[in-house]
């Protein structure tokens, strides 16, 4: 009776396990939530009637699969004019902070003028975050901030620029790397902006390939023998959406994960089965033993 047991108990436990493993191999849904890793262009820290006329952003990007790491070299380049009196203004630049080391690889000029900044935890009171994609943003974002004067009816040159580097982990199921473009609309009036990743190594596997009905902009895509180049393009215009990106995807994290999953559930659910097995044939052997010894003891 007991063996049988034994056996409907361990039957149940395979049937369980081939099940979970069936359930995990099939799975296509993400297990875990994605990461939203990039950055945006500077936007008044106070309201002010200045006008970023012109963006130029380049991302070199460089995913070395062996080291599992992704180099990122960012350089920005923005005009910004001033209609009226002479303006002392606050400027923030948005950047995520899963891109290490660059605080300490930062570098912002001003008219080819190197100028101090600070670094900003994000708030949630801070009114900053109705310039930026509420579902990117989150927690993730700090922010530069530096000073500019800018005196009246001229132009400045903002250039910010730093190197980082990212490592995916083993809860990555994606990697995006973003440029927040709808921090353009901090500022007054229309831009000329241009959105430049170039990607090497391991290449992206998925990037914004589909404006909005309510906005348009010029989408350039260039294959080369080792790298691949992303461009997107707004002319003199009024930007609706909030960002452009690159993507890389990591299904085989998704099965490592689960495959972790289920030599946890083995050990929490089989060892504890094989514990009880051998305790009931311990057990058996030892009913047996007083049994047999009995029987010898009345036959004698």
């Known amino acids: 009776m007991q063996r049988n047991r034994a056996r409907v108990s361990f039957y149940l436990f395979l049937i369980v396990l081939i099940s979970l493993t069936n359930s995990i191999l099939d799975s296509k849904a993400d297990v875990a939530s994605v990461k939203y890793s990039g950055t945006g262009s500077f936007f008044p820290a106070e309201n002010c009637p200045l006008i970023m006329t012109n963006a130029s952003v380049l991302f ?177 215009e009024t930007i609706n959406i909030n960002t452009v990106y690159i993507s890389y995807s990591f299904p085989h994290h998704r099965f490592i994960r689960m495959l972790r999953f289920f030599i946890i559930l083995s050990l929490y659910i089989g060892v504890p089965l094989i514990i009880a097995v051998i305790f009931r044939r311990i057990k058996r052997k030892r009913t047996e033993k007083k049994i047999n010894d009995t029987f010898l003891k009345f036959k004698e």
């Open 60 to 236: 070199d990007i460089n995913y070395n699969e062996p080291s599992n790491i992704i180099d990122i070299s960012f350089e920005g380049n923005y005009t910004i004019y001033n209609p009226n009196v002479s303006q002392n203004i606050t400027v923030a630049a948005p950047f995520s902070s899963e891109f290490k080391n660059l605080e300490s690889t930062c570098i912002i000029k001003v008219e080819n003028d190197q100028k101090p900044f600070t670094f900003y935890q994000y708030h949630w009171s801070d009114p900053w975050a109705e310039y930026l994609d509420t579902v990117e943003f989150g927690s993730l974002y700090s922010f530069v901030l530096t000073n500019i004067t800018i005196v009246e009816n001229s132009s400045v040159q903002i250039e910010y620029s730093f190197n980082a580097y990212m490592i995916p982990s083993i809860d990555d199921d994606q990697i995006r790397i973003s440029y927040n473009v709808g921090t353009s609309r901090a500022w007054n009036g229309s831009i000329t902006e241009r959105v430049e990743l170039n990607t090497h190594g391991k290449l992206p596997n998925s990037f914004s390939s589909e404006p909005p009905y309510f906005d348009d902009y010029d989408f350039t895509l260039m294959n080369f023998s080792d790298s691949r180049s992303y461009t997107w393009e707004w002319i003199d």
